[in-house]
């Protein structure tokens, strides 16, 4: 099993509009992309020198192909989109991670 997660700080002025956007277009639509099989969306509890607020949107996916195809068929749109609606007021990284063990 992978976890894509993509870490992001998000701006205080656009904090509760990234939000919504979100929980109720974004994370839904990647989902309904048939190529992940959950998706959790949580906040660092850590506090940034650069102001704004981190969170972490993990994916889950069944393997290292199937997150391929979305990097192929999928991302580049929804990335498009996150800079289209918030540019440089959102800053985001992403890490590939698999799971080795659940207990």
């Known amino acids: 099993m992978i976890i894509y997660n993509v870490t992001t700080n998000i701006h205080e002025s656009v904090h509760d509009q990234w939000m919504i956007w979100m929980q109720h277009k974004h994370i839904p639509e990647i989902l309904a992309t048939g190529k992940f099989t959950a998706a959790r969306l949580v906040r660092v509890l850590i506090e940034e020198e650069m102001g704004g607020v981190t969170y972490s949107a993990q994916y889950t996916t069944e393997?290292?192909?199937t997150l391929e195809k979305y990097y192929q068929e999928d991302a580049p749109r929804f990335r498009e989109?996150?800079?289209?609606?918030?540019?440089?007021?959102?800053?985001?990284?992403?890490?590939?991670?698999?799971?080795?063990?659940?207990?």
Do not use: C, P
């Open 63 to 65: 393997s290292k192909e």
């Open 81 to 103: 989109e996150g800079l289209k609606l918030f540019g440089d007021k959102m800053l985001a990284f992403r890490t590939e991670l698999e799971v080795i063990s659940e207990h």
